[in-house]
């Protein structure tokens, strides 16, 4: 099963885009889904995450008040959508299963399946 990341891209500080999370089975239509990301020489850090039904949301406190994670079990995505991005938004952008207990929803090592990731690069 694979989870495939877009909609990244090049934005003005201010600016905003749209991510997509597109798994290819309905298999995680059940599970907790996250939000990573990665700048150069930083570790994995935990944005967003939301219940098999999206009744429940968590956030990093840096992108809370800004971002918004959603899905839509019909299609079998996840998104992340990204308003007011900083220039220290810029990194690699991944979506993940957990697999761990809830209580290790922001670690990343409790995540699998991970997909190849999007690029989201704020200019100031």
Not at 25 to 48: C, D, H, L, Y
Not at 77 to 82: F, P, S
Request: with cysteine; aromatic share 12%; net charge positive.
């Amino acid at each position: 099963v694979q989870l495939q990341a877009s909609g990244g891209g090049l934005v003005q500080a201010g600016g905003s885009l749209r991510l997509s999370c597109a798994a290819s089975t309905r298999s995680f239509n059940n599970n907790i889904m996250g939000w990573f990301r990665q700048a150069p020489g930083k570790e994995r850090e935990f944005v967003a995450a939301i219940t098999w039904n999206g009744g429940t949301t968590v956030y990093a406190d840096s992108v809370k008040g800004r971002f918004t994670i959603s899905r839509d079990n019909a299609k079998n995505t996840v998104y992340l959508q990204m308003n007011s991005l900083k220039p220290e938004d810029t990194a690699i952008y991944y979506c993940a299963v957990l697999v761990g207990g809830v209580a290790y929803v922001r670690n990343y090592r409790y995540y699998r399946h991970w997909g190849q990731g999007t690029q989201v690069t704020v200019s100031s």
